[in-house]
Structures are given as C-alpha cells and as structure tokens.
C-alpha cells in the first residue's frame, strides 16, 4: 500500500509538471503570436526610393502616369529632408533631374531644376519617422530571412499601407490610393538600400549658392516637381 500511494504521488507528481510545461509553452508560443506594436525608423536615414503611380483628374479618362527614381536623406532630428528626382517624362520618354531641400525650421524649401534654383515657403511639417498608433495591423511575411509587418490606417478620404521590417523597422513599401480635389490617384513607394543613422553624402542638405532669395518656380517641369514632393511619405 506504501509502495502504491508513493507510485501514485509520483505519477501525479509528473503529470502536474507536464501539465505546467505545456501551459508554459502555450502562453509563450501566444505571446509570441501577439500583433507587433507600430515601431519608429530611425530619426535620420537615406533610401532609394521607385515611385510608381497614377491619377485621374476630375472628368478625364487619360491618367497621369508616375514613375520616378527618387534618393531621399531624412533628418527628423534637424527637421529637414533632401529629395534627389529623376523622373520619367510620359511625353518625351526622356528622365529629368531634380533636387528639393526643405528646411522646415525655417519654413523653406530649394528647388534646383534645368541650371536654376528657386525658394518657396513650406508651412507643413515634417511627418514623423513612426507608424501612427491608430494603425492596424495586417499580416506579417518574409523576405527572405527577414520578416516584414503590413499596417494599414485611414485619412478622411485615403487609405494608406505601410510595410516596415519587425525587427529594425526600416520601410519597405508606403502605398496610398483615395480621391480629393484633384482626382482620384494610387501610389506605391518601394524603398531599396535604407541605411539608418546616415546620409548618402556628408552634407546633403547644403543650400545651393545658385539659390536666389525669394522666387516661385513656373512652368509644367517645377510644377511636377512640386507635386512630388508633397506626395512623399517621408516617414
């Protein structure tokens, strides 16, 4: 009988701590499986940037057609951005150059096309490097060995998805479809080559001595231009 209650108490015994273990490994493997939190990219980073859009103005039905090169240096810190453009043109077929800075202390931003530079004011801020906390979380996948997290959130009249990696929270892909005054439009920001805590030059965000004091940029190319730079997500 001794023998009998002691067999019995280690079998309890045993199957108590099997029965812990395996409570253990479900709240961990659930925690595991929990929804990421929205993450922040570095306050400074450069990227390549592939543009590819479209949009239709109100009572058109002939598109216009993004598709731009874009090297982007992102400074949160010291509230500026640098936007190098090359820019397919849809009716020559030809790609045009351009450089912005926006300095957004000092409500500016150069714009450097065809041998000239203007300056405009830019009121707006500068968005910051984090995904809003009213985003939703999607789905996770992998490229390659890296895993990557979908958001998604609304504006009034857009619907924007962000693509961040989990662990470092680099982005990898920003798109945005919706319709305002302008039209209707889809765009989708691809970034290649992110690097975190550097530029892609020493001083990328040096005024050009070509830049005049005050000016407005004219003509189709600045308006382009314009138009892609408040297009940017530069988060």
Not at 19 to 36: E, K, N, Q
Not at 44 to 67: C, I
Not at 182 to 196: E, L, P
Request: proline share 6%; charged share 15%.
């Amino acid at each position: 009988r001794v023998h009998g209650d002691y067999l019995y108490f280690r079998l309890s015994i045993k199957n108590t701590k099997m029965f812990m273990i395996l409570t253990f490994c479900a709240v961990v493997g659930f925690a595991a499986s929990a929804d990421p939190k929205p993450c922040c990219i570095a306050n400074q980073f450069t990227s390549k940037m592939f543009v590819l859009g479209a949009s239709l103005a109100p009572n058109s039905q002939t598109p216009d057609l993004d598709d731009n090169y874009i090297l982007l240096d992102y400074d949160y810190t010291n509230q500026r951005i640098r936007v190098l453009t090359e820019q397919l043109d849809q009716q020559t077929g030809m790609r045009n150059n351009a450089s912005t800075i926006i300095d957004y202390k000092a409500h500016k931003q150069y714009i450097q096309y065809n041998g000239g530079c203007v300056v405009q004011s830019n009121m707006q801020p500068l968005i910051s490097p984090c995904v809003p906390a009213n985003a939703t979380y999607e789905m996770s996948y992998m490229i390659g060995s890296t895993k990557v997290n979908k958001w998604s959130y609304m504006e009034p009249t857009v619907t924007v998805h962000m693509d961040m990696t989990d662990m470092t929270c680099d982005p990898v892909v920003y798109s945005m479809y919706g319709s305002g005054p302008q039209g209707a439009f889809m765009t989708t920001y691809t970034y290649g080559s992110v690097k975190t805590g550097s530029f892609s030059e020493a001083s990328p965000f040096t005024i050009p001595t070509n830049c005049k004091a005050d000016g407005s940029p004219v003509g189709k190319r600045a308006e382009e231009m314009q138009a892609i730079v408040d297009s940017l997500p530069l988060f």
